[in-house]
T-cell receptor
Framework: SQQGEEDPQALSIQEGENATMNCSYK?????LQWYRQNSGRGLVHLIL?????REKHSGRLRVTLDTSKKSSSLLITASRAADTASYFC?????????FGAGTTVTVRA | EPEVTQTPSHQVTQMGQEVILRCVPI?????FYWYRQILGQKVEFLVS????????KSEIFDDQFSVERPDGSNFTLKIRSTKLEDSAMYFC??????????FGSGTRLTVV
């Protein structure tokens, strides 16, 4: 298993703005998943994108995957205070997930 | 929507004591996992469990740790003799196939 590396480490935006974070990984994958963790809480699965997909949408979330660059991005549009959390990517080519340090997003009211 | 349930949400224990963390995975899931997150650090893989046996474990999962699926519904993590450094948030997760995991909301273990 391999872990993703999220960038930036921290992001502070105004409510209503978009937030973009990136994930890079090293080897081939079957899929890549994004998770959210509110402070002191559990991990919430946001979205899974398969290696043969390039873009996926779920509500205000848009995920892209570029397997040639071994990178993914997560875009949160029209951010809200409730989006304040840490976001993790988990590139997967076997059965266990490995998490990086995440991107901490703070949405200011 | 089906959930993975973990109990207790918070456990305080004396150093050297045994603790059992409990998880009820989603009923038709086949693969079960424990992860932990020390405060301020990354979420780390501990162990995976399939077909009533451990399929993979990390270096963290030493002889002090064990997992069990004692009946058709529960999945437990036992720490035999807790150390201060075992203080962490422990997450259980399950999945049915290659799709996304479902995580529980975690048990915060504090060893004093």
């Amino acid at each position: 298993s391999q872990q993703g590396e999220e960038d930036p480490q921290a992001l502070s935006i105004q409510e209503g703005e978009n937030a973009t974070m990136n994930c890079s990984y090293k080897t081939s994958i079957n899929n890549l998943q994004w998770y959210r963790q509110n402070s002191g809480r559990g991990l919430v699965h946001l979205i899974l994108i398969r290696s043969n997909e390039r873009e996926k949408h779920s509500g205000r979330l848009r995920v892209t995957l570029d397997t040639s660059k071994k990178s993914s991005s997560l875009l949160i549009t029209a951010s809200r205070a409730a989006d304040t959390a840490s976001y993790f990517c988990a590139p997967t080519n076997d059965y266990k997930l490995s998490f990086g340090a995440g991107t901490t997003v703070t949405v200011r009211a | 929507e089906p959930e993975v349930t973990q109990t207790p949400s918070h456990q305080v224990t004396q150093m050297g004591q045994e603790v059992i963390l409990r998880c009820v995975p989603i009923s038709n899931h086949l693969y079960f996992y424990w992860y932990r997150q020390i405060l301020g650090q990354k979420v780390e893989f501990l162990v995976s469990f399939y077909n009533n046996e451990i399929s993979e474990k990390s270096e963290i999962f030493d002889d002090q740790f064990s997992v069990e699926r004692p009946d058709g519904s529960n999945f437990t993590l036992k720490i035999r003799s807790t150390k201060l450094e075992d203080s962490a948030m422990y997450f259980c997760a399950s999945r049915r196939d290659r799709r996304d995991y479902t995580f529980g909301s975690g048990t915060r273990l504090t060893v004093v």
